[in-house]
């Protein structure tokens, strides 16, 4: 059974950083790609970030363009979402998602696996 478990979110103040991490088990070439989304209280998921497989490639919404990197630690099975320069605006619940496709994908309908969430509050 493929898991994703998010961790690395918490309280932070505007202008902070923060680094999530999702860490996938539990089947093989199931993860080729994958990305971050989040959800925000009485608004849809949007799509945050995502890297592909195998050269890693990389695709940032418009929103956390400049302030956010994703990378992947094949070894571990790991990815990272590192944002910097939080605004109040990035409050939400933070989602892992993997599909077994190297391509990216930027809409939450090609994901097959989703991860529960890690919370991101940012205070103004």
């Known amino acids: 059974q493929v898991q994703l478990v998010e961790s690395g979110g918490g309280l932070v103040q505007a202008g902070g950083s923060l680094r999530l991490s999702c860490a996938a088990s539990g089947g093989t070439y199931v993860w080729l790609s994958m990305g971050w989304f989040r959800q925000a209280p009485g608004k849809e998921r949007e799509f945050v970030a995502a890297v592909g497989w195998p050269d890693s490639n990389t695709a940032y919404s418009d929103s956390v363009k400049g302030r956010a990197t994703i990378s992947r630690d094949l070894a571990r099975n790991t990815i990272y979402l590192q944002m910097n320069s939080l605004k109040p605006d990035d409050t939400a619940l933070y989602y892992c998602?993997?599909?077994?496709?190297?391509?990216?994908?930027?809409?939450?309908?090609?994901?097959?696996?989703w991860g529960r969430g890690t919370q991101v509050t940012v205070s103004s």
């Open positions: 998602a993997a599909r077994p496709f190297q391509q990216i994908a930027t809409t939450a309908a090609p994901y097959a696996f």
